[in-house]
């Protein structure tokens, strides 16, 4: 699904003790797919001998789930596919490292696997984690750390040379499935023969492999809005494609993840289809704090914009399958908005919306 940006390895990918909890969410995105890497196990010993894709989407697909990396890497030998990446899975509050993932991370050095890791507890930062790597001639990727200066771009206008019609992927909550949905959209676009570029915004795109970029969660602020248009501006100068598909980051008005608006303002898109969790009534890691309704949320990013909310896409947490269709036709009903769950259904309708819009 992602544009080639390079095979790194076989994987596992740790996420002890949150696989299939907002707090996986990392591990999810590897799960369903990855091109950077071949995951050929997960770690998670509550779920140890089952399958992660039958956990997750409840739709196998090959992944065993060990109870420990003695037992994925014997598992993965005997395979033929043995391990050279450890990949940690989890996305936290604040993005630290527990004192049990560190363990696991120095017990993978020791085994001779490179670590990618998206969190803000920077392994490379670790003097022990840092020795091991070194002594053991293994890589440390700390994704979220702060590029040099020299490398970064500021904001020039060009963006106003892209052609391609541009959809942002916002959201109403932070964790709601931005980045799955963007990804289901892309395919479903390509399939019906418009040529369109995925722009990843955060860590788990980078770690699927997508090839225009930016981690926006490591960035000075003064240099977010140019990151957005030069990933925007490398798939344009590069493919040309009809249309573009922007990963979403937090929501407008989580008071712990803010995102959206930087899109918005830099990415300059025509359009915005916004994921929602109907089952979800309090804003992610803030008990408490009620999300305001799907109609404030449309109306903010249209007021802040100029830029219409298209489509609905749901995440359906908390829901029974069964329930899906009828949640969609009330919502579609409320808001006048084609709506779909981009898991469990086809994108049919908001296909034939952008057939009708993208030149």
């Known amino acids: 699904m992602a544009e080639k940006s390079g095979f790194d390895g076989n994987a596992v990918v740790y996420c ?8 996986g969410k990392t ?7 990855t091109k950077r890497y071949k995951v050929v196990a ?46 940690i899975g989890l996305a936290p509050d ?24 998206g969190l803000h507890s920077f392994l490379s930062d670790d003097p022990e984690i840092a020795s091991l790597a070194r002594k053991n001639g293994v890589t440390l990727r700390d994704i979220r750390k702060t590029p040099e200066r020299k490398y970064l771009h500021p904001f020039t206008g060009r963006i106003s040379e892209v052609e ?37 915004t955060g860590q788990t795109a980078w770690l699927q492999g997508a090839r225009y970029s930016l981690i926006m969660d490591s960035l000075i602020n003064d240099f977010v809005a140019g990151e957005i248009e030069h990933a925007i501006l490398s798939a344009w100068d590069a493919e040309h494609p009809r249309a573009m598909v922007i990963e979403g980051q937090g929501s407008l ?26 089952a979800r009534k309090e804003y992610d890691g803030l008990p408490g704090y009620p999300l305001h309704s799907l109609e404030t949320q449309i109306q903010a990013i249209e007021m802040l914009s100029g830029c219409p909310v298209v489509a609905i896409t749901i995440n359906h947490e908390g829901l029974e399958p069964e329930a899906v269709p009828s949640i969609c036709e009330e919502i579609a009903a409320a808001t006048g908005l084609p709506t779909a769950d981009p898991l469990l259904q086809k994108l049919d309708a908001l296909v034939d919306l952008f057939k009708g819009r993208i030149a």
């Open 27 to 33: 591990a999810h995105g590897l799960v369903r797919f």
């Open 42 to 87: 997960l770690l998670d010993s509550r779920y140890a001998g089952s399958d992660a894709g039958l956990i997750l989407d409840r739709k196998a697909n090959g992944i065993p789930i060990y109870e420990s990396l003695s037992h994925a890497r014997e598992a993965a030998e005997k395979s033929g596919t043995p391990l050279t990446h450890f990949v």
């Open 16 to 23: 002890e003790g949150f696989f299939n909890t907002p707090y």
């Open 253 to 278: 008005m989580n008071p712990i993840y803010p995102g959206g608006f930087e899109i918005l303002a830099a990415g300059r898109p025509q359009a915005v289809v916004l994921q929602h969790a109907p």
């Open 94 to 117: 604040g993005g630290v490292l527990s004192e049990n993932a560190r363990a696991a991370v120095l017990e993978a050095v020791s085994a001779g696997l490179c670590v990618d890791s």
């Open 164 to 200: 391609s019609y541009r959809i942002a992927l916002l959201g109403t909550d932070s964790a709601v499935g931005k980045r799955t949905t963007a990804w289901k959209l892309k395919d479903a676009l390509d399939a019906a023969d418009i040529d369109t570029a995925f722009i990843g």
